[in-house]
């Protein structure tokens, strides 16, 4: 057994998967308790500004937008400017026609999920593809429910079915993954500052106070 500097196959990468982003919206949102609600709004951000930067392929799919849920997030369509949203009876995303559609026309078998509601958003669509033979991670902290019992019992359910779990930063650095990736370096930072927490309180105060650089 010989090392190589190589990464691994199951880091993903900006060209190896779809995004998939799934009601995020205001009706259910006042009942959202695991988490909350400007730090859900900022992780979507974050997730949602990554992979435009990425240029990853992107689904934003709604339930019931103009009459009973409301509009996507504006964090989210911001980052998306004038794409449409696949609008949905079904509350599991993977059963509606429209959206499977734009999933065979991207053409990706690895698929990175977030959603409003854990249990109901992501449980269905990822268990779904699953069964379909897709390869699945879910962004934890950019999702929540009506407790974090709900949250935290619907997550483990799709670890056990075999569904990769990260976080909303852990998805933008790994898109980045070295830092001497200049062409998205600024971007890469530049989000961080805006929407990673204490960590770009960090790299604020870095590059401000001794002008650092990770490269």
């Known amino acids: 057994m010989t090392a190589t500097p190589t990464p691994g196959k199951k880091l993903i990468s900006p060209t ?9 919206q205001s009706q259910m949102s006042f009942a959202t308790k695991s988490i909350d609600a400007t730090l859900l709004r900022n992780n979507a951000a974050l997730v949602s500004r ?6 990853v392929p992107t689904i934003l799919t709604t339930v019931a937008e103009k009459s009973f849920s409301g509009p996507m997030y504006a964090e989210i369509t911001d980052a998306f400017p004038g794409q449409p949203l696949l609008d949905r009876t079904s509350m599991n995303t993977w059963e509606d026609a429209q959206v499977i559609s734009k999933i065979n026309e991207i053409g990706k078998t690895r698929l990175v999920m977030a959603g409003l509601w854990t249990s109901v958003c992501l449980v269905g669509p990822s268990l779904s593809a699953l069964d379909q033979g897709f390869e699945v991670y879910l962004i934890t902290d950019a999702c929540g429910d009506i407790s974090t019992e709900a949250h935290e019992r619907a997550v483990e359910r799709m670890i056990q079915a075999g569904v990769q779990p990260m976080t909303a930063l852990q998805y933008l650095l790994e ?8 062409g998205t370096y600024d971007m890469t930072t530049g989000i961080a500052k805006l ?21």
């Open 175 to 182: 898109l980045q993954r070295d830092w001497a990736r200049t």
């Open 16 to 24: 190896d998967h779809a995004l998939i982003l799934i009601d995020f």
């Open 50 to 55: 990554a992979a435009a930067g990425f240029g």
């Open 195 to 215: 929407y990673g927490g204490a960590y770009g309180l960090g790299i604020t105060y870095a590059k401000t106070m001794f002008g650092a650089h990770e490269g």
